[in-house]
């Protein structure tokens, strides 16, 4: 990590706009060791082997078509943050013409944050299925962070090959969600729109907020589900020490998975994956993918926590 190139690259912005995304790009990775990408031929044959297993389990026990993205990426640290810059500069957006006071020690101050936000995640995000919102293009990529992946697996004291496996599995079971929903990424995109322009305007969108939330509820409990049901083999200890892991992080990283919403993110794996849980027992696992079929089907955060309200309403 070289302290000095990120401050120096922060402090280097130029004028215009109220974040200098190059100066985020080269003070993320500057403040960020981009990590080993050496592959063996043993590791890339198990990646490859890993997201087919994946799709094919997850098709066959999800009762579910869907096709894995175009672009599948074993990537080293900067190459996540490259890949994900353009989209966090997308969102913020409609705040571009949001007049501030003192521009330039505001830009600085956000071109700071922005750099600590994707160095803090991409020291540790492992796998990535981007839908890639707010992107010009349609199609979908899968991503895996190497170096990530072989840490966490060496701190919590797992097989490589199983927790990589583990990876594979709960980021294909997003494909298969958005595969099921075409739907979904614009559905996503207005809200998450519609939520910063309203911020840049002074208010807050508050019923396309709540919808925006619900939905990324069920499309993480979705996938835990489907984990739950096609992974090959018992998992439980992967979370608990992932869970224990989180927790017992110093006073940077627990301030940073606050301050990013990391907490919300857990809540919403275990309310999304309680609901699915229940519509599957009381109708079947197929039933469950009927949330896919519109927008109209999407639970809202009431029937997400109590799923007989949305059974009654969507009879799948």
């Known amino acids: 990590m070289d302290l000095f190139r990120s401050v120096q690259a922060v402090a280097d912005t130029d004028d215009g706009g109220i974040i200098d995304w190059d100066s985020v790009a080269a003070a993320a990775k500057a403040g960020t060791p981009k990590g080993d990408l050496d592959l063996s031929a043993e590791e890339q044959a198990g990646y490859r082997n890993d997201v087919r297993d994946a799709r094919d389990r997850l098709r066959s026990v999800g009762e579910v078509e869907f096709d894995l993205p175009e672009t599948i990426e074993i990537q080293h640290r900067h190459h996540w943050i490259d890949a994900n810059i353009e989209t966090f500069r997308r969102v913020v957006e409609p705040l571009e013409s949001t007049p501030t006071m003192l521009p330039t020690v505001s830009r600085t101050i956000n071109t700071g944050t922005m750099?600590?936000?994707?160095?803090?995640?991409?020291?540790?995000?492992?796998?990535?299925?981007?839908?890639?919102?707010?992107?010009?293009?349609?199609?979908?990529?899968?991503?895996?962070?190497?170096?990530?992946?072989?840490?966490?697996?060496?701190?919590?004291?797992?097989?490589?090959?199983?927790?990589?496996?583990?990876?594979?599995?709960?980021?294909?079971?997003?494909?298969?969600?958005?595969?099921a929903a075409p739907w979904l990424p614009e559905y996503l995109e207005t809200r998450m729109q519609?939520?910063?322009?309203?911020?840049?305007?002074?208010?807050?969108?508050?019923?396309?907020?709540?919808?925006?939330?619900?939905?990324?509820?069920?499309?993480?409990?979705?996938?835990?589900?489907l984990m739950d049901r096609a992974f090959d083999g018992e998992y439980a200890d992967l979370r608990e020490k992932l869970d224990a892991r989180r927790q017992s992080g110093g006073p940077?990283?627990?301030?940073?998975?606050?301050?990013?919403?990391?907490?919300?993110?857990r809540d919403q794996y275990e309310r999304g994956a309680a609901f699915f849980e229940a519509v599957a027992d009381a109708r079947g696992l197929p039933a469950a993918n009927a949330v896919w079929e519109s927008p109209e089907n999407l639970p809202t955060t009431e029937e997400i926590d109590e799923p007989t309200r949305w059974l009654g309403r969507v009879d799948p």
């Open 194 to 225: 519609g939520s910063v322009t309203a911020l840049s305007e002074g208010s807050i969108e508050t019923e396309g907020f709540q919808e925006l939330m619900a939905a990324m509820t069920a499309v993480e409990g979705y996938a835990e589900l």
């Open 115 to 179: 750099a600590l936000t994707l160095g803090f995640l991409g020291r540790n995000v492992m796998g990535q299925y981007d839908p890639l919102l707010l992107a010009d293009r349609g199609d979908h990529a899968l991503y895996f962070v190497l170096p990530n992946i072989r840490r966490v697996a060496g701190q919590l004291d797992v097989a490589y090959p199983r927790f990589r496996r583990w990876i594979a599995f709960h980021e294909v079971a997003h494909a298969a969600e958005f595969g």
């Open 252 to 265: 940077f990283r627990k301030l940073m998975s606050r301050l990013l919403g990391l907490g919300l993110k």
